[in-house]
Each structure stands twice: as structure tokens, then as C-alpha cells.
């Protein structure tokens, strides 16, 4: 009886593991959101290049930047239309 009353409070799964089991909760989600806010990113940068429309101020940073034609000072002011 000792040995399930032990298990119970001092075991992997025992009452004392549940506020580490918490702390690695708030973590995973943490890390979540952040590969969410990640995940979103890629995903418009994505959608601006989409070959039936693609963004021109999008498309003119990276063929620069392909073709190594971006200076180090070089300032960029987007313009809207």
C-alpha cells in the first residue's frame, strides 16, 4: 500500500510531476504561438508571390538581392499607391 501512495505523490505521474507537466505546458505553447506568428509570415510571403499576381516591390527585393545588387546603406521607402 506504501509503494501506491509513494507512486501516487512521488512518481512520473504523481501529484508533485504536475506542476512540472504545467511548466511544460505554458512552454510548448509559447513555442507554439511563436511558429504561428512564423507560420503567418512565410504564408503572406508566399502569397505575394504568387505568379498570377506577384507583388513588384517584393519581387524587385529579391532579384536584388540575388543578384547581390543591394548596398549595405541602402535605404528602402515603400511608396503606396
Known amino acids: 500500500m506504501a509503494f501506491f501512495v509513494y507512486y501516487a505523490v512521488l512518481g512520473p505521474n504523481g501529484i508533485l510531476a504536475y506542476h512540472d507537466y504545467q511548466r511544460q505546458l505554458v ?3 509559447s513555442q507554439y504561438a511563436q511558429l504561428d506568428k512564423q507560420r503567418a509570415t512565410l504564408r503572406n510571403r508566399k502569397d505575394l508571390l504568387d505568379p498570377r499576381h506577384v507583388n513588384p516591390d ?3 527585393e529579391m532579384v536584388r538581392k540575388e ?4 548596398h549595405p546603406d541602402e535605404v528602402i521607402i515603400p511608396l503606396n499607391k
Open 58 to 60: 517584393l519581387a524587385d
Open 67 to 70: 543578384l547581390n545588387v543591394v
Open 27 to 29: 512552454q510548448a505553447k
